[in-house]
């Protein structure tokens, strides 16, 4: 059975292996790793949005884990030392070359197996390349103390891709090990930072966790495996690797960890051999350790049986294999996940606008001003062209419900239920002085009125306060034509604003005179206030009762003074029917003079301040700013030089976007591809 088992097994790596030197699998892998490395440079946002699926190597910090590494390449190139040596990612991509690259780099002299660094994000220097894995080392290390320091962890990756016709198509993300305490010089929360820097890597669905721990510990303590489980508690996408084998104490063995008795993970476990410390002094060739590690399994006589599924070269198969595997999965996802962050490229490339440098500067303002123009008149009158703002409505219709808002706040207000009968009488009294008074007092209504009137002053100018604030908002949200251009924009603001503050100053001396003019007359002979006699009329009921009619007429003709009703036996003070009319009277006149302001106030506002910026607009704008910089080619210059920022995300968005169509074109071209 286990002879069987084993020539399965061959058949089963054979047929892989043929699988993965195909020219499609080889070119997916290259434009993954190039894809993955754009998206890092531009920003974890979008790596966050893309997720490559890639193989994510967790241990402690004395687990091996560098070794397997440097036996799964075939090389020594990673650092070492006590401690934490790993202190930023490696994300490692392995690529197989084709026949036909290899034969063309011996064409031409060029080495077939070399390193590759890509430049650091920010940095000036290009790619570092070298088939020296000695400089591989070298350049880790130069870059790790350049980001980090001495002591310090960042989760900064460094992108290495190894070219070679021996390798598998591989992704490898080594991590810093966990560890527990800090020693002297670290940070106090070093071991939750490299902690929390694994979890962000292996969380993702698409990671595939290597989980390495050293055999000669109990593997129920293993940091890796416990760390694992947090984001992947029932072990479906965990392969568990075992180390230091031969280290374990004598007569004891792992098999139980091996053939799953004591851990459940889907993927299983694999046990290696890794050189020794005084190996790797002796600098041991990779292809005699390996030799080495194989007679090891062979020769133990617990792992003879399980040998062929044990050590390196099983190893890198396995995880070539899975990670084949995975990709193949999730190519529908990743398709689509490119095609959307792909369509947010390009409407970022759209708000940024093209590349304008060769057009003249004075031909990109006159444009720009004039669409600035544009865009306030639209979004003040609406249309197809308005634009909205953050809550989606644009600013005309906020204005529009500024307008509603201060009708519906002047339909509540009663100002004289305010005053109580005990005022109206006081005033009643004092406007007749020492004379006893016969007929009604004018004077004490017209008090009564202009006090009421004072009350609508507030909540006008208060709506002309909103209306200015949406204004000015309306005047930054309509600068982003100017995006591009940071200077322009900010002096284009700030003209718009200074225009929009001296009309509101106009319209809040316009208000404050209307105001004033509805105290300066008070117009009693106004139709409505009559209301057809039934307001005068409910006023003589209360004074003198009986029949109105006549008294009516006399008022219409402008007789004013009526009969005043003064109870005889009640020492000469008002009577309650004269309040009462005074009252109803002065409520009646106030209505009059709220709906005159209803719809004065909203006019005055779209006559001094809408209406008002836009012929200002179309009139002084361009001649503020074109007109006053004709000729003179350094003030075009200073005003339209561009943001850098914008510049620099405009180049890497196109590059992001180039990448993208370019990986979605490779993509949609593969065959079906099956294991």
């Known amino acids: 059975k286990a002879t069987v088992s084993v020539l399965n097994c061959h058949r089963e790596d054979s047929r892989f292996t043929r699988t993965m030197d195909t020219k499609e699998f080889a070119e997916l892998s290259k434009v993954l790793s190039h894809l993955q490395t754009v998206c890092t440079h531009v920003g974890c946002d979008v790596s966050e949005k893309i997720q490559i699926p890639q193989i994510v190597v967790i241990g402690s910090q004395s687990a091996g884990k560098s070794s397997v590494l440097e036996a799964v390449v075939g090389w020594d190139f990673l650092p070492r030392g006590t401690g934490i040596v790993t202190r930023r990612p490696l994300v490692l991509s392995m690529m197989r070359m084709t026949p036909e690259e290899e034969k063309q780099r011996e064409a031409a002299g060029q080495p077939v197996k070399y390193a590759e660094f890509d430049p650091e994000p920010g940095s000036k220097d290009g790619r570092f390349v070298t088939d020296d894995f000695l400089k591989v080392r070298s350049e880790i290390e130069r870059r790790t103390q350049t980001m980090c320091g001495a002591r310090e962890v960042k989760n900064l990756p460094i992108r290495l891709v190894v070219k070679s016709p021996q390798l598998f198509n591989l992704t490898l993300v080594d991590l810093p090990g966990l560890t527990k305490v800090a020693v002297e010089g670290q940070s106090d929360t070093i071991a939750d930072d490299i902690r929390n820097m694994a979890l962000e890597w292996i969380r993702p669905q698409k990671s595939i966790v290597l989980a390495v721990t050293a055999a000669n510990t109990d593997i129920a303590s293993s940091d890796s495996l416990q760390l694992a ?387 200002r607009l179309n009139s002084e704008l361009v001649k503020a700013f074109y007109g006053a910089g004709r000729g003179d080619e350094e003030y075009f210059e200073k005003l339209m030089c561009e943001d850098a920022d914008v510049v620099k995300r405009r180049q890497a968005v196109k590059l992001l976007a180039k990448t993208l169509k370019e990986s979605l074109a490779t993509l949609s071209s593969l065959r079906t591809m099956t294991l």
């Open 229 to 615: 489980k947090t984001v992947d508690p029932n072990g479906e996408r965990t392969l568990g690797v075992l180390t230091k084998l031969d280290l374990m104490d004598a007569g004891t063995d792992c098999l139980p960890t091996l053939t799953g008795k004591l851990v459940k993970l889907k993927l299983g476990f694999i046990g290696v051999r890794n050189r020794s410390q005084q190996e790797i002094n002796q600098a041991l060739e990779m292809k005699k350790a390996q030799d080495a590690e194989r007679q090891y399994f062979l020769n133990h006589p617990s792992y003879r049986p399980l040998a062929e599924r044990l050590g390196t070269p099983y190893l890198t198969q396995t995880l070539a294999k899975l990670l084949h595997k995975h990709i193949l999965a999730a190519l529908p996802e990743l398709k689509k996940d490119i095609q959307d962050v792909l369509e947010q490229c390009n409407a970022q490339l759209r708000q940024d606008g093209e590349d304008e440098s060769n057009t003249p500067p004075e031909t990109r303002m006159l444009h720009l001003l004039t669409s600035y123009r544009e865009a306030v008149f639209n979004c003040l009158n609406g249309g197809q062209a308005a634009q909205a703002s953050e809550d989606g409505v644009g600013r005309g219709a906020k204005i529009s419900d500024i307008f509603n808002g201060y009708v519906r706040s002047l339909d509540k207000m009663k100002p004289i239920d305010d005053i109580s009968d005990e005022d109206i009488s006081l005033r009643i009294s004092t406007s007749a002085g020492v004379r006893n008074h016969l007929f009604f007092q004018v004077d004490a209504f017209e008090s009564l009125v202009r006090g009421c009137i004072d009350k609508l002053e507030h909540p006008s100018l208060k709506c002309t306060q909103y209306v200015h604030d949406q204004m000015n908002l309306l005047a930054c949200e309509a600068s982003t034509v100017f995006t591009k251009y940071p200077v322009l924009k900010e002096q284009v603001e700030d003209f718009t604003k200074k225009l929009i503050e001296e009309d509101r100053e106009e319209l809040d001396k316009h208000v404050r005179l209307t105001v004033n003019i509805q105290k300066a007359r008070i117009n009693t002979r106004h139709p409505q206030f009559f209301n057809g006699g039934r307001n005068v009329k409910e006023m003589l009921r209360s004074l003198i009762g009986g029949d109105a009619e006549g008294q009516v007429a006399d008022a219409q003709a402008g007789s004013m003074p009526m009969p005043s009703h003064v109870d005889p036996n009640d020492d000469g003070r008002v009577a309650d029917g004269e309040i009462k009319a005074v009252r109803n009277l002065t409520k009646g006149y106030f209505e009059i003079v709220k709906q005159h302001m209803q719809h004065s106030v909203p006019g005055s506002v779209m006559h001094f301040m809408i209406d008002s910026l836009n012929k």
